[in-house]
T-cell receptor, first 111, second 113 residues
Framework: EDQVTQSPEALRLQEGESSSLNCSYT??????LFWYRQDPGKGPEFLFT???AGEEKEKERLKATLTKKESFLHITAPKPEDSATYLC????????????FGKGTTLSVSS | GAVVSQHPSRVICKSGTSVKIECRSL??????MFWYRQFPKQSLMLMAT?????????EQGVEKDKFLINHASLTLSTLTVTSAHPEDSSFYIC?????????FGQGTRLTVV
């Protein structure tokens, strides 16, 4: 069964304290791994798509990496506005199927 | 990224009435849209897959007669919660797929009183 596990469930950081969020997955025929940011009461906001092991993508203070078993979302020198829930999702091999989501990591950055 | 618009963002309705939620892909055509439900501090739970011009595919445990989905065009899917009850109160989110990427609407907070 395809599965996505995110850790930790919650993470508290001081402003400027870098860290990483983990997303472990088991899926046959991965067509893509996605990272989203979700603020309370809002829909998920697309951050990155990674397609193959070794791929990396960056956007401002965020960097996403992918291996054959997991993905990391690295946050460098976070700011309070980075506080949100970060969701990881995978897309299986069959066209037209939905993303499989992890439960998310809730990040709180204090100044 | 692509834009998906969901309306309304909040709705309060009386028990027994029906509520329609719209999901539009504004700048691309989406042959497939998805409807999710999210409980507080939980991840997204897929309710159904909506394909343009055909019947929706519902996940196990989702009542198709309660949650009516219509995907009449390549840019619009609607979810109608029929005979709503307080237990249907939740956050409903749609997404539209473009190739292998999925973009989400802003979500609809439904409260049934």
């Amino acid at each position: 069964e395809d599965q996505v596990t995110q850790s930790p469930e919650a993470l508290r950081l001081q402003e400027g304290e870098s860290s990483s969020l983990n997303c472990s997955y088991t899926v046959s025929g991965l067509r893509g791994l996605f990272w989203y940011r979700q603020d309370p009461g809002k829909g998920p906001e697309f951050l990155f798509t990674l397609y193959s092991a070794g791929e990396e993508k960056e956007k401002e203070r965020l960097k996403a990496t992918l291996t054959k078993k997991e993905s990391f979302l690295h946050i460098t020198a976070p700011k309070p506005e980075d506080s949100a829930t970060y969701l990881c999702a995978v897309l299986g091999p069959q066209a037209g199927t939905a993303l499989i989501f992890g439960k998310g990591t809730t990040l709180s950055v204090s100044s | 990224g692509a834009v998906v618009s969901q309306h309304p963002s909040r709705v309060i309705c009386k028990s027994g009435t029906s509520v329609k939620i719209e999901c539009r892909s504004l700048d691309f055509q989406a042959t497939t849209m998805f409807w999710y439900r999210q409980f507080p501090k939980q991840s997204l739970m897929l309710m159904a897959t909506s394909n343009e011009g055909s019947k929706a595919t519902y996940e196990q445990g989702v009542e198709k007669d309660k949650f009516l989905i219509n995907h009449a065009s390549l840019t619009l899917s609607t979810l109608t919660v029929t005979s709503a009850h307080p237990e249907d109160s939740s956050f409903y989110i749609c997404s539209a797929s473009r190739a292998t990427e999925a973009f989400f609407g802003q979500g609809t907070r439904l409260t049934v009183v």
